[in-house]
């Protein structure tokens, strides 16, 4: 990939993030959340063209859902459930956006506005409800109120497409450190080496309801090798 070619569409991967926030922003007010909050490190004014979109989404009284499904469309390329990483009364979904040829992972976390607070680490995009703000930065707030009897996601093939997106992240950034964290597999094997064993792991998934899924994640990962060789 030459310099322009990557520039080119870590530029398309930025606007299309920025496209999708002002969709879910109009869709939500639409559907009647009382607040919408950004936060990861987007939502604290940093992160760079492979941060994910992470939000809170506050409902209000006639809130009528957010379904990313319809408002996407095909650009939708799967959605995962985790009831474990969702407040009391509320829900967390994770999707998979195809963005600029590459993809884009999307946390909407829907959270009773009877308990949630604004994260001393997020920004509003909106706030109707006027809520308190917490102290706290928003990794220690859902501890607080999680149902304790909530599951988690069995590891899929979706779920390992995650894996590997997180991981890519972290392979652009030239992070060794989280990216092991994030990925075991990944220990002791060189930044050089990363972007190999994210494609090895890409053609192990063989659903064919994923395929364009890992196309396009394996687009990221090529963006994310370029951009990590570049940083050197």
Not at 15 to 44: K, N, P, Q, Y
Not at 205 to 229: M, P, Y
């Amino acid at each position: 990939m030459t310099p322009d070619a990557r520039d080119g569409q870590l530029g398309e991967l930025i606007h299309g993030r920025r496209v999708v926030l002002d969709r879910i922003t109009d869709e939500a007010h639409a559907a009647g959340s009382g607040a919408l909050l950004l936060i990861g490190s987007l939502g604290r004014g940093g992160g760079d063209a492979f941060s994910d979109l992470d939000l809170i989404i506050v409902p209000g009284p006639a809130f009528t859902g957010l379904d990313l499904a319809r408002l996407f469309g095909d650009k939708v390329l799967l959605q995962i459930e985790v009831p474990r990483n969702a407040p009391e009364g509320g829900s967390f979904h994770t999707a998979c956006l195809d963005v600029a040829g590459t993809v884009l992972w999307v946390d909407a976390i829907t959270w009773p506005s009877a308990t949630v607070a604004i994260p001393a680490d997020a920004t509003a995009v909106y706030d109707n409800h006027n809520l308190p703000h917490s102290p706290l930065a928003f990794i220690a707030l859902p501890d607080r109120h999680r149902n304790p009897e909530a599951t988690g996601h069995p590891p899929t093939d979706a779920t390992s497409l995650l894996r590997i997106a997180v991981a890519a992240k972290y392979l652009a950034r030239n992070d060794g450190g989280r990216l092991v964290d994030k990925l075991p597999e990944a220990d002791g094997v060189g930044l050089d080496a990363i972007p190999a064993l994210l494609r090895q792991m890409l053609g192990e998934i063989d659903d064919s309801a994923l395929a364009r899924a890992v196309s396009c994640t394996g687009a990221l990962v090529d963006l994310a090798a370029a951009n990590a060789r570049n940083s050197r």
